[in-house]
């Protein structure tokens, strides 16, 4: 039974209906990203880039989803998003939204 | 490009009562037109505010209620809103 439980729940882990991002991976494919953002997406190297440690998951998938579309218009973005995966977007959003960073929320 | 208005978080406090609402909750979410996470932008790059506020009065960005609040924030009013959110040391945590 417990044998069945395990393997129950492996198969529930290993076929998800959506790519869930993974942090490790992410921060092994976010070097193009620190060029601008930072090595943690906490010390943007231009003062019009955003900070992206400890911003939300969905939002930052959402960025990126929006980058590659086309709905979010911005030509360094757009030039990154070509050779991104749905699962590269899920593990950069993960890497950098697990990363301590200065984003709060305030009144 | 124009030359930027000078932020005045001070002048902020009586323009931020429309962002509020959404990025003031924790862990806020959009209803419309997708569900996701509103996000933080108290401690960010001030001039990344102001970008994100002009791409979303031209249209470069595609979210409807943000195009209708930016076009009715001035640039000084863009400039203002960014240095209050901006200039904002992480209290706690």
């Known amino acids: 039974m417990k044998r069945f439980v395990v393997f129950a729940l492996a198969a529930c882990f290993a ?6 991002g993974d942090a490790a991976s992410g921060k092994q494919k976010s070097q193009a990203c620190a060029a601008c953002h930072g090595p943690d997406g ?10 992206l ?5 969905d939002y930052l998938l959402r960025a990126l989803r929006d980058y590659k579309s086309g709905a979010r218009k911005n030509p360094i ?7 991104l995966s749905t699962q590269d977007m899920a593990d950069l ?7 301590k960073g200065t984003l709060h ?3 | 490009m124009p030359a930027q208005a000078q932020g005045n978080a001070e002048a902020a406090k009586g323009k931020v009562s429309m962002c509020i609402g959404c990025h003031g909750i ?23 505010i102001v970008k994100a506020l ?3 009065r031209a249209g470069d960005r595609s979210h409807p209620t943000m195009q209708g609040i930016a076009k009715g924030l001035s640039d000084q009013d863009m400039a203002d809103v960014a240095a209050y959110y901006g200039g904002a040391a992480k209290a706690g945590k």
């Open chain 1, 77 to 83: 973005m757009s030039g990154q998003m070509s050779g």
């Open chain 2, 26 to 48: 924790p862990m806020y979410k959009t209803a419309f037109p997708e569900v996701y996470s509103v996000p933080m932008i108290a401690g960010q790059s001030p001039d990344y």
């Open chain 1, 93 to 99: 959003a993960a890497y950098f939204a697990n990363e």
């Open chain 1, 105 to 107: 929320v305030m009144r």
């Open chain 1, 42 to 51: 906490n010390a943007p190297t231009g003062p019009d880039f955003p900070r």
């Open chain 1, 15 to 20: 076929a998800p209906t959506m790519a869930a």
């Open chain 2, 54 to 56: 002009q791409a979303y």
């Open chain 1, 53 to 57: 440690a400890g911003q939300h998951y």
